[in-house]
């Protein structure tokens, strides 16, 4: 992978990166299909001169205030009875001035605020410009030996239901299309898949942690997750709480409010969770099988970084998932993704993506980024510098990785003859060496 540094911290809240590099982040902003970058930007700096303003004027009447509070104790003190009613008078005039430029500073710094929540992180230089997904940027792939496609070759969704191994048509009667059943050996393919990705997480120096998938409003807030993807979550309105679509969620919000020593840094979690997202939009061949499914297995990876080697922690994510694919002799490829295709909260992702060869397609399977301080600051993530002063941590994540898409392509490319032959990496996990 081509190295990469981190650049000037920036982020949607951190007003002062858009003050300094006005011209930087609108050019950015405009990668991410963003039209009127400038406008938003001048909008968003307007906004806070307009809140620094009122907030100086309230902390100067809050001082007049003060001030004139002890002259009409001493007045009195002195018996000085008439001056001190009329310094009284001046001090409730102050405080109706005082009140109403609370109420100004109240509603703009709203305004500021809901601006920024919707404002995404502004892309790293690498990220290349576009729109959609045609966009992205190959940068390698690893296809080399794959096997070409037969005529017998079934996609696998009919291979999982010949084989009774993932049952769909049952979770629709349990719960609704998109909750697939996985039974037999499916399941115990699963699960083997589930150890194996986290025994190497725990050997890459991992702390394995097993998260809530219930997260409340706020740690959702921390990633990115709300507002940008709301109307992909799964909300319980009696607890409002909301089912995680990764266990990012949760594993990030871990340091929330915390400041960290330097020492610790980097910091690596992994996490296996149950993920819940919606999908709306999706149709046709992109949801059949196991191509796009609304509940899913995953095993996660978040580190929190130094800024100073975070793109050197995001090269080594993108290796291990590299590892991980080679081994279990998938063909894939990497991809950078373009501005228009980039998550709100990411400077930088690379997605990878495995062959599925019955559809004779990509199929994304793992999505690596590096998010700079973009969450760091909206769950005040800091740690404490050489200087004593605090900053705020770089965050970094990655699926290691979604299961359904694994599954699917491992059917596929690893049919024979009516059965599926078992990687060698995961028979000691899976206890059998095929699927008849």
């Given at each position: 992978?081509?190295?990469?540094?981190?650049?000037?911290?920036?982020?949607?809240?951190?007003?002062?990166?858009?003050?300094?590099?006005?011209?930087?982040?609108?050019?950015?902003?405009?990668?991410?299909?963003?039209?009127?970058?400038?406008?938003?930007?001048?909008?968003?700096?307007?906004?806070?001169?307009?809140?620094?303003?009122?907030?100086?004027?309230?902390?100067?009447?809050?001082?007049?205030?003060?001030?004139?509070?002890?002259?009409?104790?001493?007045?009195?003190?002195?018996?000085?009875k008439e001056k001190a009613e009329e310094e009284r008078?001046?001090?409730?005039?102050?405080?109706?001035?005082?009140?109403?430029?609370?109420?100004?500073?109240?509603?703009?710094?709203?305004?500021?605020?809901?601006?920024?929540?919707?404002?995404?992180?502004?892309?790293?230089?690498?990220?290349?410009?576009?729109?959609?997904?045609?966009?992205?940027?190959?940068?390698?792939?690893?296809?080399?030996?794959?096997?070409?496609?037969?005529?017998?070759?079934?996609?696998?969704?009919?291979?999982?239901?010949?084989?009774?191994?993932?049952?769909?048509?049952?979770?629709?009667?349990?719960?609704?299309?998109?909750?697939?059943?996985?039974?037999?050996?499916?399941?115990?393919?699963?699960?083997?898949l589930v150890q194996f990705f986290l025994d190497r997480?725990?050997?890459?120096?991992?702390?394995?942690?097993?998260?809530?998938?219930?997260?409340?409003?706020?740690?959702?807030?921390?990633?990115?997750?709300?507002?940008?993807?709301?109307?992909?979550?799964?909300?319980?309105?009696?607890?409002?709480?909301?089912?995680?679509?990764?266990?990012?969620?949760?594993?990030?919000?871990?340091?929330?409010?915390?400041?960290?020593?330097?020492?610790?840094?980097?910091?690596?979690?992994?996490?296996?969770?149950?993920?819940?997202?919606?999908?709306?939009?999706?149709?046709?061949?992109?949801?059949?099988?196991?191509?796009?499914?609304?509940?899913?297995?995953?095993?996660?990876?978040?580190?929190?970084?130094?800024?100073?080697?975070?793109?050197?922690?995001?090269?080594?994510?993108?290796?291990?998932?590299?590892?991980?694919?080679?081994?279990?002799?998938?063909?894939?490829?990497?991809?950078?993704?373009?501005?228009?295709?980039?998550?709100?909260?990411?400077?930088?992702?690379?997605?990878?993506?495995v062959y599925s060869l019955a559809q004779e397609r990509?199929?994304?399977?793992?999505?690596?980024?590096?998010?700079?301080?973009?969450?760091?600051?909206?769950?005040?993530?800091?740690?404490?510098?050489?200087?004593?002063?605090?900053?705020?941590?770089?965050?970094?994540?990655?699926?290691?990785?979604?299961?359904?898409?694994?599954?699917?392509?491992?059917?596929?490319?690893?049919?024979?003859?009516?059965?599926?032959?078992?990687?060698?990496?995961?028979?000691?996990?899976?206890?059998?060496?095929?699927?008849?």
């Amino acid at each position: 992978m081509q190295k990469l540094l981190a650049e000037t911290a920036k982020n949607m809240i951190e007003v002062h990166f858009l003050r300094e590099n006005k011209d930087l982040a609108a050019e950015g902003l405009k990668k991410r299909g963003i039209k009127k970058a400038s406008d938003l930007v001048d909008k968003i700096l307007e906004l806070d001169d307009q809140r620094r303003k009122l907030q100086s004027q309230r902390d100067d009447l809050l001082h007049q205030i003060n001030k004139s509070s002890k002259e009409i104790g001493v007045l009195y003190q002195q018996g000085n009875k008439e001056k001190a009613e009329e310094e009284r008078e001046n001090v409730s005039g102050l405080k109706d001035q005082s009140q109403e430029i609370e109420k100004k500073f109240s509603e703009i710094s709203n305004e500021l605020r809901n601006i920024l929540l919707d404002t995404p992180n502004i892309p790293h230089s690498s990220v290349p410009a576009g729109s959609s997904e045609d966009d992205n940027q190959v940068v390698s792939e690893s296809v080399e030996g794959m096997r070409t496609k037969v005529e017998s070759d079934l996609p696998h969704w009919e291979l999982m239901a010949d084989l009774d191994i993932v049952d769909m048509p049952l979770g629709v009667k349990l719960t609704g299309s998109g909750f697939p059943v996985f039974k037999g050996k499916g399941a115990r393919l699963q699960r083997a898949l589930v150890q194996f990705f986290l025994d190497r997480a725990v050997d890459a120096g991992c702390l394995e942690i097993d998260p809530p998938i219930l997260v409340n409003a706020d740690s959702a807030m921390g990633t990115g997750q709300l507002p940008d993807k709301e109307g992909q979550m799964y909300y319980v309105e009696k607890d409002d709480l909301y089912l995680i679509p990764t266990s990012e969620v949760p594993v990030t919000n871990v340091f929330r409010d915390e400041i960290l020593d330097r020492d610790r840094l980097p910091i690596k979690f992994t996490a296996f969770t149950p993920c819940f997202r919606r999908e709306a939009g999706s149709y046709g061949a992109d949801v059949k099988g196991l191509n796009r499914v609304h509940q899913f297995d995953k095993v996660e990876m978040v580190v929190f970084s130094d800024p100073i080697n975070s793109y050197e922690m995001l090269d080594w994510m993108v290796n291990h998932v590299s590892k991980l694919l080679d081994d279990l002799g998938l063909p894939y490829r990497i991809l950078r993704l373009c501005g228009g295709d980039l998550g709100s909260a990411s400077a930088l992702t690379y997605d990878f993506e495995v062959y599925s060869l019955a559809q004779e397609r990509w199929l994304e399977v793992s999505s690596v980024s590096n998010f700079e301080t973009y969450q760091s600051n909206r769950m005040k993530i800091r740690y404490r510098a050489e200087n004593g002063k605090t900053k705020l941590v770089h965050t970094l994540n990655g699926s290691v990785l979604a299961l359904p898409r694994i599954i699917a392509a491992l059917l596929e490319y690893y049919q024979k003859d009516g059965q599926i032959e078992i990687p060698e990496v995961l028979k000691t996990y899976t206890g059998f060496e095929c699927i008849k």
